[in-house]
Every structure is written in structure tokens, then in C-alpha cells.
């Protein structure tokens, strides 16, 4: 009887916790997070995304991970902290500190650090165990509509 109601009152809390993290992906539910990354942590802005480097993303053949992979996985994480329905990617400045070797796991967190109106700034570092390999600024936009949706011509023809 003690163990069902230890066990109700920590689904409670993980539950509540859940609420009040709003740890709920909003953008982008349908990347493939095999090459992008899986989320470990999410909560307003701030998310913590594992990416699991593979064969697939080899360059060479000493097993160096091409940086499109990273940089694949540090925006779905710059994307994430925002965690609005239609954030976009507007611009970024990035360095890649150190390689990344088949068979590493990157860990990146990012933070999301300015708002003004509808523009988002993100820190994004990426790290293999305690060695930073990657560090990003990236600027967002959240538009009102999906971005393959806004009609961008409708101002330009009249």
C-alpha cells in the first residue's frame, strides 16, 4: 500500500513538473532526430539536446563527423529553446572548436537570452564529455504563420 502511494505521488510530481516546465516540443515535432539530435531537457528557454554521431555522418576515413551534422543539431537546439510553433532561423555565427569523431556524443545546450518583439537571440555550445566543439550565436525570427505559408508577394504586386 506504501509503495502505490509513493509511486502516485511521484507520478504527481513528474507530471506537475512537466506543467510547469511547459516541456512540451512546439517546433519542429518532425525532425529526424537521428541526424539533429534527441531532446534530454526542455524548458523555457533553455533546452539540452544529445546528438549520437553514427556512421552515416563520417568524412573521411580516419572517422571525422562532417560539421553539418553538428550544425544540423545545434539549430534544432537553438529552435527548441525558443519552443514557438514557427520560429526560423534568420542568421547565425558559429565556430567549430574541435573535431568530432564517429562513435561521440555531443551534448548541446542552448539558451535563448534576448527577446525584442518577434526576434529570438540563442547561445548554443556543444560539448564532447567536458570539451567544448562547438559554439553558436544564432538569431531567430517567429513569424505569425509558418514561413512556407506567409504570402510574401502580396505587398509587391499592387
Known amino acids: 500500500?506504501?509503495?502505490?502511494?509513493?509511486?502516485?505521488?511521484?507520478?504527481?510530481?513528474?507530471?506537475?513538473?512537466?506543467?510547469?516546465?511547459?516541456?512540451?516540443l512546439m517546433t519542429h515535432e518532425k525532425i529526424n532526430?537521428?541526424?539533429?539530435?534527441?531532446?534530454?531537457e526542455l524548458k523555457p528557454g533553455y533546452v539540452k539536446v544529445e546528438l549520437e554521431t553514427n556512421e552515416v555522418m563520417r568524412a573521411d576515413e580516419?572517422?571525422?563527423?562532417?560539421?553539418?551534422?553538428?550544425?544540423?543539431?545545434?539549430?534544432?537546439?537553438?529552435?527548441?529553446?525558443?519552443?514557438?510553433p514557427n520560429v526560423v532561423l534568420a542568421s547565425c555565427s558559429c565556430l567549430f572548436l574541435a573535431p568530432v569523431r564517429v562513435g561521440d556524443i555531443v551534448v548541446f545546450e542552448a539558451t535563448e537570452h534576448q527577446k525584442e518583439g518577434r526576434k529570438r537571440n540563442v547561445t548554443v555550445?556543444?560539448?564532447?564529455?567536458?570539451?567544448?566543439?562547438?559554439?553558436?550565436?544564432?538569431?531567430?525570427?517567429?513569424?505569425?504563420?509558418?514561413?512556407l505559408r506567409l504570402d510574401l508577394l502580396k505587398n509587391s504586386e499592387s
Request: proline content about 0%.
Open 33 to 40: 532526430t537521428v541526424y539533429s539530435g534527441e531532446i534530454l
Open 62 to 84: 580516419v572517422g571525422l563527423v562532417h560539421g553539418g551534422f553538428i550544425f544540423s543539431a545545434a539549430d534544432f537546439a537553438a529552435m527548441a529553446a525558443v519552443n514557438e
Open 125 to 147: 555550445r556543444g560539448f564532447v564529455h567536458e570539451i567544448k566543439i562547438f559554439e553558436g550565436e544564432f538569431k531567430t525570427v517567429v513569424t505569425e504563420r509558418h514561413v
Open 1 to 24: 500500500m506504501a509503495n502505490e502511494q509513493t509511486n502516485t505521488q511521484n507520478t504527481t510530481e513528474v507530471l506537475q513538473v512537466a506543467v510547469n516546465q511547459k516541456d512540451v
